[in-house]
């Protein structure tokens, strides 16, 4: 008989786990652990309720929800914190969002007055974002013909403007 794996999530999930290391305090990590046990709940079921509860919290305080802006592509969940004016960016992410801008056409969308990111657009143009950026240095018209290329060859129609 096959021994069940525990704690891992069926081979079949939609949304599958990922492992991510974080520099915790002893007390903070004792904390977890005694918190989880309290409540009844595995670690990162109580990390996860909290983030939850603090997202919560945000949303009725400054009225972002997360669930607006998550994707699980980060170029979509970026571009789409991009139009957040309230979110902190740090210098590079502004020379991202600066860079994005100056070429919105190939990112967003307009519908009436919103502003709508073209996820498929952004699936294969953020990770060879660095090219672009690098390419706009030198000559913008460049950046803008090999964003447009690279659309072409995966079979979508670059923006005309």
């Known amino acids: 008989m ?3 794996r525990m ?3 069926p081979k079949d999930a939609s949304e599958r786990r990922r492992t991510y290391n974080y520099r915790l305090t ?3 990590k004792a904390m977890i652990v005694w918190l989880s046990a309290l409540e009844g709940q595995t670690e990162t079921g109580f990390i996860e309720s909290g983030c939850n ?3 919560a919290q945000i949303e009725k305080k400054r009225g972002i929800d997360f ?3 998550y994707h699980s592509n980060d170029g979509v ?3 789409r914190t991009f139009l957040i004016k309230a979110y902190p960016l740090t210098k590079l992410q502004e020379q ?3 860079f994005v801008f100056q070429h919105m056409a190939f990112f967003y969308s ?3 007055e919103e502003l709508i990111v073209r996820t498929l657009s952004a699936e294969v143009l953020w990770p060879q974002m660095d090219r672009f950026m690098k390419l706009s240095k030198t000559d913008y018209a460049k950046a803008s013909e090999a964003m447009a290329e690279a659309l072409r060859a995966r079979g979508i129609e670059p923006p005309t403007s």
């Open 67 to 69: 669930d607006d802006v």
């Open 77 to 79: 969940m970026w571009l």
């Open 53 to 55: 509860m603090r997202a």
């Open 110 to 112: 307009e519908h009436g």
């Open 96 to 98: 991202i969002r600066d």
């Open 26 to 28: 002893p007390k903070m």
């Open 7 to 9: 704690g891992r999530p």
């Open 2 to 4: 096959r021994k069940k």
